[in-house]
């Protein structure tokens, strides 16, 4: 698929648009011709950083606005050709202690975006981040788009509920919506200040302080990992595919590897860093999904998508990221 010719011109909206996910979005689009406008709350902690868009400042257009502002949001879908949906709370352990701030974005905010769409532009394409959590534990390996849904946390249930309105908002009021269930996405851009949206950038963080890094438990539960490039080219692929409308993909690499191997590699790219083994604290315990890793045949069937950065390339490629720009995520 010819992607420059797809997106040169159009114009594109991304919520979280500071943030990890779409800022790389953003910067892609840029280098396609592509007019971008970018809109994100900078909630302190969520992610959204200035710094993301560092070179590309005058090139896109910035909203500071919180997507449960429907106003607001029926005013910034105009005229839109694409929404990519990246806004969103991630935090698994913050879910289960603040229930109702998850669920004011991942769900009230959801549909707000939506309501937005159908009443000011409904002819938008939009596409939705979801995410593994979706799932809860796995009953069988590797899981596929149809693998039972029964979460193990509150951002696991609000996830499930703001796909689902934009799969139904696709099947009856004719956004054309899509979802793209991501795992462990990595690389440069990740905020790196606390490690409750996930662990790899922490792991990072702690080896290029040479630090300890603590394992839980015997760490032998195995996860797939996808860097940002991998998922930027997933999420473009879904956005300028018609056959995508109403269809859900996961995203894996393929590869599992072990929470302790995935420490140790980290260690390795930072050349510092050792491990600690730690019993497993109660709140993550009881949260804990064991082994994951994803069927992505689907998505690579109808779009021609794989993983191509393997998880020690990706690494290197973060650690030389973080070791020149620290001083804009520490």
Not at 9 to 23: D, E, H, Q, R, Y
Not at 30 to 47: H, K, N
């Amino acid at each position: 698929m010819d992607l420059q010719a797809f997106y040169s011109k159009k114009t594109v909206l991304i919520t979280g648009g500071l943030g990890f996910i779409g800022s790389s979005i953003a910067r892609r689009l840029v280098e396609m011709d592509a007019a971008v406008r970018l809109v994100d709350s900078l909630i302190p902690t969520y992610g959204g950083n200035p710094y993301n868009i560092a070179g590309i400042e005058d090139r896109v257009h910035v909203n500071f606005s919180d997507v449960r502002d429907i106003h607001s949001m029926a005013y910034l879908v105009q005229n839109q050709d694409i929404l990519f949906n990246m806004a969103g709370t991630l935090s698994h352990i913050d879910s289960m202690t603040d229930p109702f701030t998850d669920l004011e974005i991942n769900c009230l905010g959801q549909l707000k975006i939506l309501e937005a769409c159908r009443l000011n532009n409904p002819g938008i394409k939009v596409i939705f981040a979801g995410t593994r959590s979706q799932y809860g534990r796995a009953r069988y390996l590797p899981v596929d788009e149809n693998h039972p849904m029964q979460p193990t946390d509150v951002n696991g249930i609000n996830n499930i509920a703001g796909e689902s309105y934009h799969l139904l908002y696709s099947k009856y009021h004719g956004i054309r919506a899509a979802s793209v269930r991501l795992t462990n996405t990595y690389g440069p851009r990740h905020q790196m200040r606390h490690s409750r949206q996930g662990f790899l950038n922490w792991f990072v963080r702690l080896a290029i302080d040479d630090e300890e890094i603590p394992i839980y438990g015997q760490g032998d539960q195995r996860r797939d990992f996808t860097y940002i490039d991998d998922v930027v080219e997933a999420l473009l692929l879904v956005g300028a595919s018609a056959k995508s409308v109403g269809q859900v993909y996961n995203l894996g690499s393929g590869q599992p590897v072990s929470v302790r191997r995935t420490a140790e590699k980290a260690i390795a790219a930072a050349g510092r860093g050792r491990i600690r083994t730690v019993d497993f604290p109660a709140d993550k315990k009881n949260i804990e999904v064991g082994d994951y890793y994803a069927d992505f045949s689907k998505i690579q069937k109808a779009l021609d998508w794989r993983s191509t950065v393997t998880l020690d390339e990706g690494l290197a490629r973060t650690v030389a990221y973080y070791a020149e720009c620290r001083e804009h995520y520490w």
